[in-house]
């Protein structure tokens, strides 16, 4: 083998193992990053619920509350539900039912109210669970969501929602912005409703978390690539001086 070539060959090597022992250092940091996360919201949501009036102060303080739990108290305006596409733990197709809750205070907060198949969009398939009276509702805090190239737009001419909106939620329920609502949504807790439907408790707290099976999988391909290195330039050598 040319000297020339052996040097290129080594600079290659050392390049190609330098960056897979960098994609392996990244997915360790990125390992911390979410037991740190899984850790923070398993903490919050086991935590006392706030109350709305609390929850919406730390929010304008720019504290971060996803996933604490909030309760609220006031009655649905059932007339105003929008419909957010979502799939059911066993991958049934449907919706989310997002509609305001008005608090006794005159406080507007946006609240999931949990999932129903596409059988029962309409509310006139559920009318037990429109329910009228004032009730009080548990949620975990969930924020806005911007849309991202992999989800369809929102279509809020036909009341369908393909991403988490909250201001393009507020503005279609409530023309002109005469109405000021909480600056995020209430993910609602499993509890009774009636008829069944919607059915709440659906926010997912399991995160995927491959991290360290992807660093090990970039380590390994580094040693993988000093083994054919290694093997490669002993046989040329090997060949040279047979």
Not at 64 to 83: F, K, N
Not at 193 to 208: A, D, K
Request: glycine share 10%; net charge positive; aromatic share 10%.
């Amino acid at each position: 083998m040319r000297t020339a070539s052996l040097l290129k060959l080594t600079l290659a090597t050392l390049m190609g193992v330098a960056l897979l022992v960098g994609l392996g250092v990244w997915q360790l940091q990125r390992l911390q990053w979410k037991e740190g996360l899984i850790a923070r919201v398993e903490a919050r949501t086991k935590s006392e619920p706030l109350s709305l009036e609390r929850a919406i102060a730390l929010a304008r303080e720019a504290r971060d509350l996803s996933y604490t739990p909030v309760t609220a108290e006031g009655r649905y305006h059932h007339a105003l539900e929008r419909y957010l596409y979502a799939l059911s733990p066993e991958g049934e197709p449907g919706w989310h039912v997002i509609t305001p809750l008005e608090t006794v205070k005159g406080t507007m907060v946006l609240v999931d109210r949990g999932f129903v198949p596409n059988a029962l969009r309409d509310p006139a398939t559920r009318k037990q669970g429109e329910v009228q009276e004032v009730v009080t509702v548990t949620g975990l805090v969930r924020q806005s969501e911007a849309p991202t190239i992999f989800v369809p737009d929102n279509e809020p001419d036909k009341n369908q929602w393909f991403s988490r909106d909250l201001p393009a939620m507020a503005r279609s329920m409530f023309p002109g912005g005469t109405v000021q609502v909480a600056p995020f949504f209430l993910e609602a807790k499993a509890s009774e409703v009636p008829g069944g439907w919607p059915q709440g408790g659906q926010t997912r707290l399991s995160f995927p978390n491959n991290h360290l099976q992807y660093a090990i999988t970039w380590f390994g391909l580094a040693v993988c690539l000093v083994v054919i290195y290694g093997v490669y330039v002993w046989g040329a050598y090997r060949g040279k001086g047979s």
